[in-house]
């Protein structure tokens, strides 16, 4: 089964991302911010991180960094979703390694088919 983790320090939009690709089948782990995200990511492979930008301890882009650095070394797939929609932004979580970024609101049927083609192969059908 296709392991997700969903980073997000907003109880509600974390337990909505989860309710959805648990219902498309994936398996889902929760994290509170950044730096929750990288000690997860160290005892347990992922194969999706979807991470929000603005969060307390460590942001999106410093989890991403974290993430990609030969200290945690991860190549999985990470979707950035974010209120931020400044020119500029979705260059920012790029540069920090993101495979793609997308903003706040997310439709509920676009963040299962982009989890399900970031993953293809790992997917929760697969």
Known sequence: MTRVLVVDDAATVRLYHTSLLREAGFDVAEAANGLEAVEAAMSTPYDLFVVDVNMPKMNGYACVETLRSETVGTAAPVLMISTEDRPGDAD??????????MVK???AERLVRVA??????KGPAA
């Open 92 to 101: 920012r979580a790029y540069q920090a390694g993101a495979n793609l970024y």
């Open 116 to 121: 399900t083609m970031l993953t293809a192969g």
């Open 105 to 107: 609101p997310v439709d």
